[in-house]
T-cell receptor, first 113, second 113 residues
Framework: QKEVEQNSGPLSVPEGAIASLNCTYSDRGSQSFFWYRQYSGKSPELIMSIYSNGDKEDGRFTAQLNKASQYVSLLIRDSQPSDSATYLCAVNIWGQGAQKLVFGQGTRLTINP | DTEVTQTPKHLVMGMTNKKSLKCEQHMGHRAMYWYKQKAKKPPELMFVYSYEKLSINESVPSRFSPECPNSSLLNLHLHALQPEDSALYLC????????????FGPGTRLTVT
């Protein structure tokens, strides 16, 4: 089982709709969870972080965390063409006696005008 | 200001060359990271520096040699690389190695010929 798993997509959503991105992780000890957005040819940009069970909202973005189910999701409301990108889920995991960030494979999202 | 800078933006080098990648941040962050990213793949952690000391080496070949001259600077020295080392090399920083909100620089696109 991979440490962090995402559906690679592509996920296609019409403009104005809600895009839903999902991620599962294997380490029950993980405490910190992140969503990064990466445009083609660019570096990852941190868009959301979540540390507690429940929802966290920031503008059109909502991150949801369920530690019992080891599940993190990202909702994008009122999707815009500019939201078209690859979204990377990242989770902190213990390795080599230290914590490190492990990324999922990424979900490619396309918003259709 | 969450800015990490990297130079050069692009680098083409032969397999016998020696070159260096540079990364700088002025956010007072005490942890810095090198990642390698191949096309359509997530970033892969290479090295972690915490308070200027190497804390994680993800079994990276010795042809990659990291250096952290001070808390704001991170270098990656390259020697005798292989064509398969061609990738986007990303630097990131975070307030500490227990704070996982990592901020990425724009990356260096490396081509080994």
């Amino acid at each position: 089982q991979k440490e962090v798993e995402q559906n690679s997509g592509p996920l296609s959503v019409p403009e104005g709709a809600i895009a839903s991105l999902n991620c599962t992780y294997s380490d029950r000890g993980s405490q910190s969870f992140f969503w990064y957005r990466q445009y083609s040819g660019k570096s990852p940009e941190l868009i959301m972080s979540i540390y507690s069970n429940g929802d966290k909202e920031d503008g059109r973005f909502t991150a949801q965390l369920n530690k019992a189910s080891q599940y993190v999701s990202l909702l994008i409301r009122d999707s815009q063409p500019s939201d078209s990108a690859t979204y990377l889920c990242a989770v902190n995991i213990w390795g080599q006696g230290a914590q490190k960030l492990v990324f999922g494979q990424g979900t490619r999202l396309t918003i259709n005008p | 200001d969450t800015e990490v800078t990297q130079t050069p933006k692009h680098l083409v080098m032969g397999m016998t060359n020696k070159k260096s990648l540079k990364c700088e941040q002025h956010m007072g962050h005490r942890a810095m990271y090198w990642y390698k990213q191949k096309a359509k793949k997530p970033p892969e952690l290479m090295f972690v520096y915490s308070y200027e000391k190497l804390s994680i080496n993800e079994s990276v070949p010795s042809r990659f040699s990291p250096e952290c001259p001070n808390s704001s600077l991170l270098n990656l020295h390259l020697h005798a690389l292989q064509p398969e080392d061609s990738a986007l090399y990303l630097c990131a920083s975070s307030p500490s190695d227990t704070s996982y909100e990592q901020y990425f620089g724009p990356g260096t696109r490396l081509t080994v010929t």
